[in-house]
């Protein structure tokens, strides 16, 4: 429903006070019912009907963009200082035929999606191909650690600005029951291709719950450093890993990870920490990593099947975990096996996990061929210490609840 802000009465006459009267309570009963009837639907329902138009350049007002069906054109920004909320149930749609495409929320900008479980927020690509715009993007200042250790670095989608900085709680805004489609584009001469959703240093004051990465051509999710957390996620889909995180990242009150790898996939999680040996590290219960038969790796020649993979210092706690599906793939005379963990590079082994600092308990592992943790090399001998690596098969891993926001089509992603 749209409310006018006013409504304006032109009268004009030469007739009696009791006239103009009479022409003002008309014309205000005229006004009132085109209002109720921009409440309802053609059939008389209480049904609001959706409003339709674009979204384009930097938004620099706070705005709300009311229930409806809106295209997004080129690389919409959020400045600082503003708010933009979108409505439950609305569809935000790119075309990779206008050029990039992506939504940015700049530091100190706030984005606020109020979808439901019946009503999600949508926002995709009219093409319906993996890699067609550059996805939800967000920026806060919340503390990094980068490559050599500094806390402020820049990034690599395209738009080349700074993040990093010491506002742990950071607040860039409420993302619920949003949905990402089709996304993974490179936008200008950025270096990586975007992910479904990107986060760079968001802190613990934003709220991510309930949010689908479907069918991207790059990560599900990818936090650079931040102290945000995540509950409710799904990765259906994506080509690269299902979930990925570097510079530090460290959120403490993550839950209800669920990753479906088909056709195309690398890891279900990538975990690094660009070299740095943190005291710090990220927390994640209840998760779930699977691979359908016949998923390949992402490139030819690149093979990466393992569940969890750790390197360059990448570390964290684990439990009540579902692995299945990472088996043996086959690329031309060469069968390579899956694994549950792999450990990447000697001072990962070294310094994360021989120092406890990476725990992985209460794991459920089936149709996975290597289910203990592995080197990536015979040169890397993986021992995790006592009790910090515990197999069971009692693990439940993400529990979620189906609803519209987990169905695309009449597929339920909840596989």
């Not at 600005?161 to 805004?173: C, S």
């Not at 993550?254 to 040996?277: D, L, R």
């Not at 690329?331 to 590079?345: F, L, M, P, T, W």
């Not at 069971?392 to 987990?406: E, I, M, P, V």
Request: net charge negative; aromatic share 10%.
């Amino acid at each position: 429903m749209q409310n006018s802000n006013s409504i304006f009465v032109l009268i004009k006459s030469k007739t009696t006070k009791h006239k103009i009267m009479k022409t003002k309570f008309l014309a205000l009963a005229v006004a009132a019912g085109l209002f109720l009837n921009s409440c309802s639907s053609d059939n008389g329902s209480s049904t609001p009907t959706p409003v339709v138009g674009e979204i384009t350049g930097t938004i620099s007002a706070n705005t709300t963009y009311a229930y409806g069906n809106y295209t997004l054109k080129g690389i919409v920004k959020i400045a600082s200082g503003v708010t933009v909320t979108f409505d439950a149930g609305s569809t935000i749609t790119a075309n990779k035929t206008t050029g990039d495409n992506a939504l940015v929320v700049l530091n100190g900008g706030k984005l606020i999606v109020n979808g439901t479980a019946s009503s999600p927020v949508v926002f995709t690509e009219t093409s319906g191909i993996p890699g067609s715009w550059g996805g939800i993007i967000m920026y806060g200042d919340a503390p990094i650690k980068a490559i050599g250790g500094v806390t402020t670095s820049t990034s690599e989608d395209g738009n080349a600005l700074p993040y990093g900085g010491t506002n742990a709680t950071h607040n860039g805004g409420s993302l619920n029951y949003v949905r990402v489609e089709y996304a993974g584009a490179k936008l200008a001469d950025g270096t990586k291709e975007n992910n479904g959703f990107t986060f760079y240093s968001c802190g613990s004051g934003t709220t991510l719950d309930h949010l689908v990465s479907y069918k991207g051509a790059d990560d599900g999710y990818e936090f650079f450093g931040g102290t945000v957390s995540m509950t409710n996620a799904i990765s259906y889909g994506n080509f690269d890993d299902a979930f990925d995180w570097q510079d530090g990242w460290q959120g403490q009150n993550n839950s209800n990870w669920y990753a479906y790898q088909t056709v195309k996939g690398n890891f279900g999680m990538e975990i690094e920490c660009s070299s740095n040996n943190n005291a710090f590290y990220p927390k994640v219960t209840n998760i779930t990593l699977k691979r359908a038969a016949g998923c390949t790796p992402e490139v030819v020649g690149d093979v990466q099947i393992d569940a969890f993979q750790f390197k360059k210092e990448g570390n964290g706690d684990y439990s009540n975990i579902v692995i299945d599906g990472y088996g043996n793939y086959t690329e031309g005379a060469n069968v390579y096996n899956g694994a549950v963990v792999k450990i990447q590079d000697a001072t990962t082994n070294t310094n994360q996990v021989n120092a406890s600092k990476i725990k992985i308990t209460n794991v459920k592992i089936t149709n996975t061929t290597q289910i203990v943790p592995v080197g990536a090399t015979g040169a890397i001998v993986v021992s995790f210490p006592t009790d910090l690596f515990l197999p069971t098969t009692t693990a439940t891993g993400a529990t979620l609840t189906s609803g519209a926001w987990s169905t695309v089509g009449n597929v339920n992603l909840i596989q």
